[in-house]
């Protein structure tokens, strides 16, 4: 069995840095992609960053110089370092991951929160 658990959400003001982590346990291999989702209420999941295994990066245009996405793959672990944060950024972040072989896996989800 697979889990992804995430952990470093919370209350930041505006301006502010939080940094998320995800690792990968359980029985997992091939692992093609680590990335961050988010979904704020009323609105769809989106991507957030993502990386691949030979640590190639996209980003969403709205975080683009303010998020950076990092991976270490021994450890199946990937971060997400979110500075200069901004009210708009509130939302449930998932992590996700995308294997060759056991398909996809999702995060529990953790709460962000940036005060104005």
């Known amino acids: 069995q697979v889990q992804l658990v995430e952990s470093g959400g919370g209350l930041v003001q505006a301006g502010g840095s939080l940094r998320l982590s995800c690792t990968a346990n359980g029985s997992i291999s091939g692992i093609k992609t680590m990335g961050w989702y988010r979904q704020a209420p009323g609105n769809e999941r989106e991507l957030v960053a993502v990386?691949?295994?030979?640590?190639?990066?996209g980003y969403a245009d709205s975080v683009k110089g303010r998020f950076t996405i990092s991976r270490d793959n021994a450890k199946n672990t990937v971060h997400l370092q979110m500075n200069s944060l901004k009210p708009e950024d509130t939302a449930v972040y998932y992590c996700?991951?995308?294997?060759?072989?056991?398909?996809?896996?999702w995060g529990q989800g953790t709460q962000v929160t940036v005060s104005s």
């Open positions: 996700n991951t995308d294997t060759w072989a056991q398909g996809i896996y």
């Open positions: 990386i691949t295994s030979a640590g190639r990066t």
